[in-house]
């Protein structure tokens, strides 16, 4: 539910600055997301069946290095959007709104037509926070699996629950074919129009999702002895890397 609201509030960048009520949904979708995240994880720690050792070591560390820290700087841009929309509110009852001073000709940033949609400015915060925040999350995870597969004095299972690789190979399918499933969608619900630029991208789109198709699934072995994900540590982030 969290992600599709997320997802629904996805616009252009220039539809989601300062003050923007869908960029203010899509913050507090993400950070509803973050919280169940936390709850299934706290969940997992306690009532997990299986190596208990190696659930609770993996739980503990991603609550601290990875859900917390995220929740944190999504809290953040959650702040500053908000402090966008009562600074709005306080214009509108000083000198009411901008929005509909269509001949304003100073540098308002509520004026499309006198900056550039396209440039970051101050009211893009909130989205760059939470995109270095999931970046900076992501090379943390990377850092940390690594230091623990390397060192071979250390107990992998202090760390991390050790992948089913057996499984992962079968989820990256079903994965694969859900992408390539919504590529088509998204070139057959389009209007149609009788031009010919039109029938060359719907065919080298669909063309384009075949070939994904036939390659992955033709070269990618099915086994995990042969594969990628169980190579070596290299081979397993590069095939898995977000």
């Not at 060192?151 to 990256?172: A, C, G, Q």
């Not at 619900?189 to 031009?195: K, L, N, R």
């Not at 719907?202 to 075949?210: A, H, P, V």
Request: aromatic share 10%; proline share 3%; charged share 20%.
């Amino acid at each position: 539910v969290f992600v599709g609201t997320a997802v629904a509030h996805v616009s252009e960048i220039k539809f989601l600055r300062e003050a923007s009520s869908a960029a203010l949904a899509f913050i507090v979708a993400i950070l509803c997301e973050g919280l169940m995240h936390l709850g299934l994880t706290v969940e997992t720690y306690f009532k997990a069946e299986g190596d208990r050792e190696s659930i609770k070591s993996q739980c503990l560390r991603d609550i601290k290095y990875k859900i917390l820290p995220y929740i944190a700087v999504v809290l953040s841009a959650l702040a500053v959007e908000i402090s966008f929309h009562f600074d709005e509110i306080a214009d509108e009852y000083s000198s009411g709104s901008r929005r509909l001073a269509g001949d304003y000709g100073g540098d308002d940033p509520y004026d499309t037509g006198t900056t550039d949609p396209y440039r970051w400015d101050y009211g893009d915060l909130p989205l760059t926070l939470l995109a270095i925040g999931y970046v900076f999350n992501q090379v943390l995870d990377a850092i940390g699996e690594w230091r623990a597969i390397v060192n071979d004095k250390l107990d992998i299972r202090s760390r991390f629950v050790p992948m089913n690789v057996e499984m992962t190979i079968h989820r990256y399918g079903e994965w694969l074919l859900l992408m390539i499933g919504e590529g088509i969608l998204s070139l057959l619900i389009v209007e149609t129009t009788p031009t010919l630029s039109h029938y060359i991208i719907t065919t080298c789109g669909l063309l384009t999702m075949i070939f994904i198709q036939v390659i992955t699934f033709e070269s990618s072995p099915s086994h995990a002895e042969d594969h990628a994900l169980l190579r070596s540590v290299g081979a397993n982030y590069a095939y898995s890397c977000p």
